[in-house]
């Protein structure tokens, strides 16, 4: 296979963009050319997300960030929510519940992205946030055209948006198709009393009361003084070293250590001498992957509340256990991860890897009255069972699926890097860094390369999903190997879709790249 990357990186002095959708990118771009900081542009073009991918992101979600500031270094942020003061096992249980449900008002616990939003815009923001989040309030307002992707999940969702009212999906009462106009009047009023009154709207406002309400409606236990009592945290990135550079992930509650757990395991292999997209590269990769979400499963979860290891994790066996045995897919392995990813990087250094997620396809399916937006459904992370690090406990975090990206390079920044795609987060994460560190892809094409998943899809729990572009001959010596194989499109959207900024310190500009496999675009400023 030549491996030639079918879209160019974008390349930009004065700043770049990635974002999953080309109005999303163009939003954070007008920031930067009117004097907004990468701060700015990542909220605006987040919230332009909200309207035009309302199924994977919003204000009923959470959000994690890395920002490196020229000032003040790299800067994580945890930007989850928690459970309710209520929602405990014996609670579920006596609901008649043996899990956390997939959909529904149980399945909400406090959506921490507004939190998020105005933390970091207080903390590196330039611009007036009635600016930042305009393009987000005009394309909901006046409407904007909807693209296939858009419009397959409505039509996975219809019979919960028409349960919840939610008819601006419908325009001419129908499912809407590519190229129709969507118009969110409610969700439009939203960002612009988000922009005038801020976190205070939702954590201890008039939204937070219908949000608690929406709730209770549907019998969930989230109550007004568990928004009111919200907040996001700055927190310290774990860092490993892999090929001499420094790649950073926020601890738990998030799976960022299972990337770092992979990468100090792959360490000590000369990873290249296995082949670039080989049956022996692929099947190192999986084994790695197992092992490390095994660790995963056992230990993590939220800090406040369990002792994770972190020493156990960043320090693994040597590889030599090889994860037979170990294939099932984890208890919040069934999305595909409904979730946005950017990247932004401005004029003055400052980068930022943000992602954020409402978790299922439109979330809980729950909307509150007039909000616009649904609720996540987050809480269906947690276990019933006892013992379990993630089991549910009051005011405590979920094992979090989503993880910003970042690399350093002689303690400069490198890379910022992520994708949507819930347990396939990480595993993408390890191929874009091996892509380009072992095996000198540049950026473009290292987002652009075949890609598998693991435990994920139409393979089910255990199997191994190929794009289709890997050869014929490596994807027979994995069965052989007693992999259960599923070959899929060229470009799936299964995959995730991944964006990129790469810093080239030397010749002082950015690149950016944006995944195919999405409605995605890089713009330079």
């Not at 149980?106 to 590196?124: I, N, Q």
Request: proline share 6%; aromatic share 6%.
């Amino acid at each position: 296979m030549k491996d030639e990357a079918v879209r160019g990186p974008v390349y930009g002095s004065d700043g770049v963009v990635a974002t999953p959708h080309y109005l999303a990118s163009l939003a954070g771009v007008l920031m930067l050319g009117e004097g907004g900081s990468a701060v700015d542009a990542a909220l605006a073009a987040n919230a332009v997300l909200a309207v035009v991918w309302p199924h994977m992101c919003g204000p009923g979600g959470d959000l994690f960030a890395q920002i490196w500031s020229p000032q003040e270094g790299l800067v994580g942020f945890n930007g989850s929510g928690r459970s309710g003061a209520a929602m405990s096992r014996d609670a579920y249980r006596e609901a008649g519940l043996s899990g956390v449900p997939w959909r529904g008002a149980m399945s909400v616990t406090v959506p921490g992205a507004v939190d998020g939003w105005m933390r970091l815009h207080e903390r590196w923001g330039r611009l007036d946030l009635t600016r930042v989040f305009g393009p987000a309030v005009r394309h909901a307002r006046s409407g904007f055209a909807a693209t296939p992707r858009l419009c397959r999940a409505i039509a996975e969702c219809e019979t919960e948006l028409r349960t919840a009212g939610a008819t601006w999906f419908f325009p001419g009462a129908r499912r809407p198709t590519a190229g129709d106009r969507i118009i969110q009047t409610d969700l439009a009023d939203t960002f612009e009393r988000l922009a005038l009154e801020g976190r205070s709207l939702i954590y201890g406002g008039d939204l937070g009361r219908r949000i608690a309400g929406a709730v209770a409606a549907g019998g969930g236990l989230l109550t007004e003084d568990d928004l009111a009592g919200h907040a996001g945290e700055w927190v310290s990135a774990l860092r490993a070293t892999y090929r001499g550079v420094t790649v950073c992930e926020l601890p738990p509650n998030t799976q960022g250590v299972t990337v770092l757990e992979m990468l100090n395991e792959l360490e000590r292999t000369d990873v290249s001498r296995l082949g670039q997209d080989s049956a022996n590269l692929i099947d190192r990769l999986v084994r790695s992957k197992i092992r490390a979400f095994r660790d995963r499963d056992r230990f993590v979860g939220d800090p406040a509340k369990v002792d994770v290891p972190l020493g156990r994790l960043m320090d693994p066996p040597d590889g030599s256990d090889d994860g037979k045995g170990d294939t099932a897919a984890p208890p919040d392995g069934r999305a595909a991860g409904d979730t946005v990813y950017l990247c932004v990087a401005d004029r003055d250094g400052m980068v930022v890897s943000l992602i954020q997620s409402i978790f299922e396809t439109f979330g809980s399916g729950v909307i509150p009255a007039s909000s616009g937006f649904a609720l996540h459904n987050r809480g269906h992370s947690f276990t019933l069972e006892s013992g379990s690090p993630n089991a549910l406990e009051p005011d405590k975090r979920p094992r979090h699926t989503l993880i910003p990206g970042f690399a350093l390079r002689d303690g400069r920044p490198w890379l910022a890097f992520g994708t949507r795609g819930a347990d396939g987060q990480p595993q993408t994460a390890v191929q874009l860094l091996v892509g380009m560190l072992d095996f000198g892809r540049d950026a473009a094409t290292a987002v652009e390369a075949p890609r598998w998943v693991h435990g994920m899809g139409p393979a089910g729990p255990g199997g191994l999903v190929l794009e289709s572009r890997f050869d014929r001959a490596t994807v027979g010596a994995l069965a052989r190997r007693g992999w259960h194989t599923h070959v899929t499109s060229a470009f799936d959207d299964l995959m995730g879709s991944a964006q990129l900024i790469e810093v080239s310190q030397s010749r002082g500009y950015f690149i950016a790249v944006a995944d195919p496999r999405g409605d995605s675009v890089a713009l330079a400023a």
